[in-house]
């Protein structure tokens, strides 16, 4: 069975700062997922990851296969970028996911 | 990009009766379709997964007379959840798998949810 662990469960930021989730996990995977929920429910991918490094706008993923560990980046925040993070590693042809972090971003 | 059309977003019924909730994918065929379920401020749990044409999987301690699931087509996998009780109330969530050019990049999509209340 795959652990996903995810720091920090909350976060609160001001506009502008840079923003750091970490997420660990405790078996060999063949890929990793960042996700982005809405206060609506509503899911939506933002990376997959199986090494490295990935970049889209204000939003950088990395992964270090060898320690189990992926970081999501955010770039200059904004109140936008409030939502749910959700980490979720592939394992045995299933997502397993992560508790989240709830990232609040003010004005 | 893919799109999977989840509906109803929202439904409350009565206790015992049940209810069906749809995934659709708009513009691409879904092969293998995951339903989940999310507890508030809880992380989603896979309930099973469906592939068309054929029984769903699913995982230890769901009932499958309970949360029927349907994929007789590849656009349509159907979750129903039936004699609904208090404790069914739960946001239900469904991904498709879905391949890219020649299949050799593949990711997931989510549909938007949907918030059951059995009251």
């Known amino acids: 069975k795959n652990e996903v662990e995810q720091s920090p469960q909350n976060l609160t930021a001001q506009e502008g700062e840079f923003i750091t989730i970490n997420c660990s996990y405790s078996?060999?995977?063949?890929?990793l997922h960042w996700l982005q929920q809405h206060p609506g429910g509503g899911i939506v991918s933002l990376f997959m990851?199986?090494?490295g490094k990935k970049k889209h706008g204000r939003l950088i993923a990395t992964i270090n296969i060898q320690e189990k560990h992926s970081s999501l980046h955010i770039t200059a925040s904004h109140p936008r970028d409030s939502a749910v993070y959700i980490c979720?590693?592939?394992?045995?042809?299933?997502?397993?996911f992560g508790a989240g972090t709830i990232l609040r971003v003010k004005s | 990009g893919a799109v999977v059309s989840q509906h109803p977003s929202r439904v409350i019924c009565k206790s015992g009766t049940s209810v069906k909730i749809e995934c659709r994918s708009l513009?691409?065929?879904?092969?293998?379709m995951f339903w989940y379920r999310q507890f508030p401020k809880q992380s989603l749990m896979l309930m099973a997964t469906?592939?068309?044409?054929?029984?769903?999987?699913?995982e230890q301690g769901v009932e499958k007379d309970k949360f029927l699931i349907n994929h007789a087509s590849l656009t349509l996998s159907t979750l129903t959840v039936t004699s609904a009780h208090p404790e069914d109330s739960s946001f239900y969530i469904c991904?498709?798998?879905?391949?890219?050019?020649?299949?050799?990049?593949?990711?997931?999509?989510f549909g938007s949810g949907t918030r059951l209340t059995v009251v």
């Open positions: 513009d691409f065929q879904a092969t293998t």
């Open positions: 990851l199986s090494s």
């Open positions: 469906s592939n068309e044409g054929s029984k769903a999987t699913y």
């Open positions: 991904s498709a798998l879905t391949h890219g050019q020649g299949g050799l990049d593949y990711g997931y999509t």
């Open positions: 979720a590693v592939e394992y045995g042809n299933k997502l397993v």
């Open positions: 078996v060999g995977i063949s890929a």
